[in-house]
């Protein structure tokens, strides 16, 4: 019988910016191993949301745990190394460090050379330098084999799709259980973002089995395609839960997203 | 030795004696008009070099690839810099001062290039550094070099007291705090009685290590070096070490986060979501900065004898900063680069020395228009040697050689 506690559990999640309720008493689960869709309008509370679960903005009511334990009111750096881990929807890769050094950043807190390594013992830090190194090809082939050999190529020059896929291994580089994905396909042509589904679901088949995701996204065609389970939410509150057939033949949605 | 090799070698050679001879040249010729040529001389074959990219490609490879070579040669021409200079110890003696512009620029590039913390106040840290030593060496009669150290401690715990108030804003305000700090310290000077107000500290003690004092001249194989070449080499091993520290952190894992945390390129919001404890390690930063900043100082206060409040302005504080501007914001060969111009230049140009300031927002303007990465911009972070792949094996399959 397997564990039937959800992975990931919020409860009535609320932030009110001034008189404005952008997530008002939001409830979400997220079982081991699932996609959660997360669909609604532009200004819905899809991104405040993910900004309250990892710890971006301190949250006005409510709270949330991972594997039961208690995360509500940890700072960013904190639900991180709990394991919960995002992308943002504008890229924040830094564009004059190379692909690794921007991967290395999300690898910073599994390392241990520091001040004493780096300034004295450079043979233990080659090891790690090394190390990490491995596990970034192997991460970066995962979604692109050509962009493990660009490692010390500036993110300037690489394309689009591939910065994408950047933060995406970015994120996962800590082997996180959550990875929360705000809108991976937005500014991407039809054919790049299916081919980002298709790296997504590739790397879910053997060693992110166990990852749970939660997507953000407005191509209802990728939402269809890859979640599990769908929640829309409008004006920051719950509307529908469930399949995305159940969902999209919700008529509240349909209104939100289409107008009466 | 392969005749590709000895090519190499050569190539690095040529570069090596041509740049250095001619900063020698612009340090002994005296004639304005000549050393104007020379310099342009200089600013042309430079310029001619980046326009022409295979020479620029190849000079850069070969640098690479005999990069141990080239390190030796250039530590062997700055330990015989003080034999080839030494009928002019007035230049021995500035060498020495471009050496301490080097190790305040570079901790201000820990600080501003690296975590992006804006540090207007260097000349406060400088010469927090440079009155504490002045006041342990006249008050107590402390050893010089003891001095060094504290003046070095005292002004990362000045700047560590300022940043405590900081550390949950945006480093912007640090920024005005550390303008703030500066012209209030100056004033502070000035007006204490105990530290000497305007006249400053006199009669600091020269430095001395162990009993040598260093009014001594060297004498080396029948050669005799004028007395300010100790000076010289004693900051060319404290630049050395404190130029080799800041090299193998920005080759680190310390030098990644200080980016990753930086506002100017990176963003603090993405860092802390990477699991950055990113004001930590901006007080980090900010702390070995000052460390460079006050041992600079100290050494300045025992190399000159006296400090006083005219040293120690927001102007001062903007030439130091410029230096990381003009040299490549994190780039540290930029940086020593800039730091020795800025220190050079304005001796050479002693004729013109009311038009300094104006020349030099000149440069600066220019720079920011034509060159915004400085004079030799940061490259890519390639850790250590062996590590990342050299061009050529990238084309040619069979790896590296």
């Known amino acids: 019988m397997p564990d039937r506690t959800p992975l990931f559990c919020c409860e009535k999640l609320t932030k009110n910016f001034g008189g404005l309720k952008a997530v008002d008493g939001v409830d979400l689960q997220v079982s081991e191993g699932a996609i959660l869709g997360l669909i609604g309008p532009n200004g819905a509370g899809k991104t405040t949301l993910f900004n309250l679960i990892s710890g971006v903005y301190p949250l006005d009511a409510g709270g949330f745990s991972l594997r039961g334990e208690n995360l509500t009111g940890l700072p960013p750096h904190k639900i991180k190394k709990k394991g919960i881990s995002r992308t943002f929807q504008q890229s924040r890769l830094i564009l004059n460090l190379s692909v690794y050094d921007n991967l290395f950043i999300g690898m910073l807190e599994g390392f241990h050379s520091w001040f004493g390594d780096s300034l004295l013992f450079r043979s233990r830090f080659k090891k790690e330098l090394k190390k990490a190194i491995e596990k970034a090809n192997q991460l970066l082939s995962q979604f692109n084999p050509e962009l493990a050999g660009k490692g010390f190529l500036p993110v300037s020059e690489i394309s689009q799709i591939d910065r994408r896929r950047l933060e995406i291994c970015r994120a996962l580089a800590t082997k996180p259980a959550l990875l929360l994905l705000d809108e991976p396909s937005a500014g991407m042509s039809p054919e790049e973002s299916s081919e980002l589904m298709v790296d997504l679901r590739r790397i879910r088949e053997d060693e992110y089995r166990q990852l749970s995701i939660i997507l953000v996204e407005h191509d209802m065609a990728v939402i269809e395609d890859i979640t599990d389970r769908v929640i829309a939410l409008n004006y920051g509150k719950k509307i529908a839960e469930g399949t995305f057939e159940e969902v999209s033949q919700n008529e509240e949605l349909k209104e939100a997203y289409l107008g009466r | ?401």
Not at chain 2, 198 to 216: C, D, E, K, R
Not at chain 2, 391 to 399: A, H, N, Q, W
Request: charged fraction near 10%; proline fraction near 4%; aromatic fraction near 12%.
């Open chain 2, 1 to 401: 030795m392969s005749s590709h090799t000895l090519k190499e070698l050569l190539l690095v050679v040529c570069c090596l004696v041509i740049s250095w001879a001619l900063f020698i040249a612009v340090l002994l010729i005296t004639n304005l008009f000549l050393v104007f040529a020379v310099i342009l001389v200089a600013g042309l074959v430079i310029y001619g070099f980046s326009r022409w990219e295979r020479g620029k490609a190849s000079i850069v490879q070969a640098f690479q690839r005999q990069s141990r070579f080239a390190q030796v040669s250039m530590i062997v021409i700055f330990l015989c810099l003080p034999f080839i200079l030494r009928s002019s110890p007035y230049w021995i003696l500035i060498l020495t001062l471009a050496i301490l512009w080097i190790i305040v620029a570079l901790g201000i590039n820990i600080q501003f290039g690296s975590a992006g913390i804006i540090n207007l106040g260097a000349a406060a840290f400088y010469g927090v550094g440079a009155y504490t030593a002045g006041m342990f060496a006249t008050r107590l009669g402390t050893p010089p070099l003891l001095n060094l150290l504290l003046g070095a401690v005292m002004s990362t715990i000045v700047g560590s007291l300022l940043f405590i108030p900081l550390l949950k804003t945006k480093s912007h305000y640090l920024a005005l705090v550390t303008i703030a700090f500066v012209m209030a310290f100056h004033n502070l000077l000035n007006n204490a009685e105990w530290l000497g107000g305007a006249q400053g500290i006199v009669g600091i003690p020269l430095m001395s290590v162990a009993g040598y004092s260093f009014t001594q001249e060297i004498k080396i194989w029948g050669l005799k070096l004028p007395s300010q070449a100790n000076f010289y080499y004693l900051a060319l091993l404290l630049g050395g070490l404190l130029g080799a520290a800041s090299w193998r952190l920005w080759n680190s894992w310390v030098g990644l986060t200080w980016n990753s945390i930086n506002e100017g390129t990176g963003d603090e919001l993405s860092a802390k979501c990477m699991g950055v404890t990113a004001g930590r390690w901006s007080m980090i930063a900010f702390t070995i900065g000052n460390f460079y900043i006050g041992l600079a100082g100290a050494f300045y206060s025992h190399m000159t004898t006296f400090i006083s409040p005219p040293d120690i302005t927001f102007y001062q504080s903007l030439l130091f900063l410029s230096a990381v501007i003009l040299g490549g914001v994190d780039s540290i060969p930029g940086v020593c680069l800039a730091a020795v111009l800025l220190v050079i230049l304005p001796e050479k140009l002693r004729a013109f020395q009311q038009y300094w300031v104006m020349f030099f927002g000149i440069i600066l303007v220019l720079m920011l228009i034509l060159r915004r990465k400085g004079l030799i911009p940061a490259r890519i972070r390639s850790y250590m040697r062996g590590i990342r792949p050299t061009s050529e094996s990238l084309k040619t399959p069979g790896g590296p050689r």
